[in-house]
């Protein structure tokens, strides 16, 4: 058994939750889930990117494994020995991604191995996961649309830096008022799990 931390942080669409097992990963295997996603950029993250980080986005649009649609990239996984590998994964520090600069899934992913779905406790982190997923769903799809009618598209290499424009003047208009529940949560909260670690292929993914 090891007490497990886990750490909440509130940041409105960049929200994410941490914890210190993933630096002694069970899996031992220097990539512990990373392996087996292939991480997807939606409008949401290039309005962050185009902001904060413009050359990770270049960076990800310059990759030869990527799968560039209308409204979002994908940056597919290698095969590599031992087997399946996340572009960003490092194997001495794990993701080399910062969390803010992170697609939502890999912000809001906790471990499979971490049983924390049943404990009453993280109910009200559930929850805002949950409705931050829907309001971003909704929310790409509203900035897919509105380039879509303005017959802009990523997969169009001429007109890209207009097309990052658009994206984030369509974000910042859909977002200058946020849902109401974002604000019901703390800036920050920690809380600790009792969990039975297993090691390996023993751990679950
Ligand atoms: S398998 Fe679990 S402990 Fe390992 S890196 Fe992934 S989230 Fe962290
Ligand atoms: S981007 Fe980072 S967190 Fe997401 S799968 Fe790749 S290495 Fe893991």
């Not at 295997?29 to 409008?43: A, E, N, R």
């Not at 019901?184 to 969990?195: M, V, W, Y």
């Amino acid at each position: 058994m090891k007490e497990v931390k886990l750490t909440f942080h509130n940041n409105g669409l960049r929200s994410y939750i941490d914890m210190d097992l993933c630096s002694q990963c069970p899996r031992q295997d220097d990539k512990g889930c990373c392996g087996y996603y292939s991480p997807v950029f939606y409008p949401s993250d290039f309005a962050y990117l185009t902001q904060y980080q413009p050359e990770l986005l270049e960076e990800i649009l310059s990759l030869s494994q990527i799968t560039v649609l209308d409204a979002s990239v994908t940056v597919n996984h290698t095969v590599e020995a031992p087997g399946y590998h996340c572009h960003f994964h490092n194997t001495e520090g794990g993701c080399r991604l910062p969390q803010l600069m992170r697609e939502s899934v890999c912000r809001h992913f906790v471990c499979p191995g971490i049983t924390w779905e049943q404990d009453e406790k993280f109910k009200h982190w559930q929850y805002f996961f949950s409705r931050l997923s829907d309001y971003e769903i909704e929310l790409n799809n509203k900035i897919s649309e509105q380039l879509k009618s303005e017959g802009l598209s990523l997969r169009n290499l001429e007109n890209r830096s207009f097309f990052f424009k658009r994206v984030l003047e369509i974000f910042n208009k859909e977002t200058a008022v946020m849902p109401e529940f974002i604000n019901k949560l703390n800036k920050e909260e920690s809380l600790t799990l009792a969990c039975e670690i297993k090691y390996g292929e023993d751990w679950t993914l």
